[in-house]
């Protein structure tokens, strides 16, 4: 079965504390990208990556950092220095054999919550 | 002026109505459109795409208007399942690189029995 998975579904962060959000996909897709969604709004980009060793930050970048070591894999850190963390992680992928025509694939997300 | 913009809703329909919603975008050069669904606490699936003047799945029919630069999404015979928010996402990118789908905040829909 082709698709993206992000693990884990649930992330509780302590205070100072930095956590990281796995997304993984095997559908040889060459760009991933990281959004944040809060209650009833819309996704905002966080970092985006279209190929291997390269990344760029999104419209809410502070805070964060990812790292693009595989194609298959652009795991997400929520560093102590972002104040507001709790929210819906979605992680997403797209082909990019027609940047003009490509649309994203969303993996199920990780909840993080801030204790 | 923000690049999607959709009424956020909410629309409370009777199962059975046929109910549409719109959405407008600011770059006259988008060339691909999307409609997509969003269950309560899950991922955004792509639902529908439109690459030239309309598509048709079933129920659902999606309509684009260039001149206007909206596109819509028509629900007809409305099921209790169809109750989700409906995301409206454009493709304003050039030939290449990523990053060039910008996406609405969604339009929430419930089908009321």
């Known amino acids: 079965d082709g698709g993206i998975t992000q693990s884990p579904k649930y992330l509780f962060r302590k205070e100072g504390q930095n956590v990281t959000l796995s997304c993984e996909q095997n559908l040889n897709h060459d760009a991933m990208y990281w959004y944040r969604q809060d209650p009833g709004q819309g996704l905002r980009l966080i970092y985006y990556s279209q190929i291997v060793n390269d990344f760029q930050k999104g419209d809410i970048a502070e805070g964060y950092s990812v790292s693009r070591e595989k194609k298959e894999s652009f795991p997400l850190t929520v560093t102590s220095a972002q104040k507001n963390p709790t929210a819906f992680y979605l992680c997403?992928?797209?082909?990019?054999?027609?940047?003009?025509?490509?649309?994203?694939?969303f993996g199920p997300g990780t909840r993080l919550l801030v204790l | 002026r923000k690049e999607v913009e959709q009424d956020p809703g909410p629309f409370n329909v009777p199962e059975g109505a046929t109910v549409a919603f719109n959405c407008t975008y600011s770059?006259?050069?988008?060339?691909?459109f999307f409609w997509y669904r969003q269950d309560c606490r899950k991922e955004p699936k792509l639902l529908m795409s439109v690459y030239s003047s309309g598509n048709e799945d079933g129920r659902f029919t999606a309509q684009l208007n260039r001149a206007s630069q909206y596109i819509s999404l028509l629900i007809r015979d409305s099921k209790l399942s169809d109750s989700a928010t409906y995301l409206c996402v454009v493709n304003m990118g050039d030939q290449t690189g990523a990053n060039n789908l910008f996406f609405g905040t969604g339009t929430r829909l419930t089908v009321i029995p």
């Open positions: 997403a992928s797209s082909a990019l054999y027609n940047a003009r025509e490509e649309t994203q694939y």
């Open positions: 770059n006259s050069a988008s060339q691909s």
